[in-house]
């Protein structure tokens, strides 16, 4: 039993020098191979930061920058069409359609024939027209002829006073009749009895691409009727929501950086020229803003969805980078470099006010601890602090 008793108690002794061999080979291992790393010792305001501390944790340093400083507020949009820019094509009087050949989204030009209407109420139209001008000559030498005669004492009052009425009831039809061929573009000016047709042109009144066709060919268009949409890109314009907080610091004039999501990495400059003056249901006001350089207008697309940051008035200001305050128990520290020595620095923690953020900026409100001369920990301060 004693035998027993003793090859236990050795077995478990070189068990467990085993086991501290291998745990302190393994410790030794794992010191070679990393870079032990302590957080900087504090000596009141200041901390101490090692050479090899400062390059493993990546710092950086830098200064802060006096330079004109806004703040952007954050909204988003979409590209909209002014009413000038939408035409509805309808029909002053009706016809059957032909010549339609155009599609969704080709361009057109102001002027340009869109489709054709047929009635044969253009040409009862271009028949009155005719008939009535050519009674409007002979009332017109009749109507001078009495007042001649009435001049001289020769035709009665009577007579004189119902050639001018003649006169004037024709004139006037036939300024409406001409008036209504205007309509469907047909030049009464340079109608005659042989070229009187059925078939008019329906012209587009503006310059712009086709958003959308509501008939086919074939197909009669009442008078009124919706036929085709256009629309022009030549104005085209951003129209921002603004939630109620902000709508005190928008005012016409005021700068708006522009992203499209579908452009990554461009960036374009737009100008407010028209604020909302009633808040909605939602408690957001629209902002209308446009490009100066129309140039730019040909990246956007009625309906497209943007970004956009709205800059505040811009004031000079102590700036530096988000990264070089450190919040810390509830109060914002700027770390700035006293001391450079071989061996390491030696930083004072320097309480700080800050303001306005923009960017990846922050604004450092007046501190008699700052200029331009001050190098400062941009990047890795957080490490430091508690």
Known sequence: MKNHTLKSIFSASLLASSLFFFQCTGSGTSESEGVEVEAGTTSGPFITVSQKQFETMKMTWGSPK???????????????VPVEGIQEISAYFGGYVSGLNKLEGEPVRKGEVLFYLEN???????????????????????YERQETLFGEKIASQKNFLKAEADFQATKAKAESLKRQLALININADQLKPENIRSKVPVLSPIAGFVDGIHLVQGSFLSVGGKAMTIISKEHLHIELVVFEKDAANIHKGQKVLVTIPDLPGKTLEAEVFVVG????????INVHAHLPDEKEEALLFPGMFLEAKLIQDPKEAWVVPVTAVVVSEGE???????????????????????????????????????????????????????
């Not at 006096?66 to 909209?80: A, C, H, N």
């Open 66 to 80: 006096l330079e004109e400083f806004s703040e952007g507020i954050s909204v988003q949009g979409m590209v909209k």
């Open 332 to 386: 914002s520290y700027v770390l700035v470099q006293r001391e450079k020595s071989e061996a390491g620095y030696r930083l004072e923690k320097v309480p700080v006010v800050t303001g306005l953020e923009s960017d990846g900026m922050i604004e450092l409100l007046p501190n008699a601890s700052f200029d331009a001369n001050t190098v400062i920990l941009t990047k890795g301060g957080f490490n430091l602090l508690p």
């Open 277 to 284: 003056q009633s808040i909605n249901n939602e408690r957001q």
């Open 120 to 142: 044969t109420d253009f040409i009862r139209l271009q028949q009155d027209y005719l008939e009535t001008s050519s009674q409007l000559n002979y009332l017109k030498a009749e």
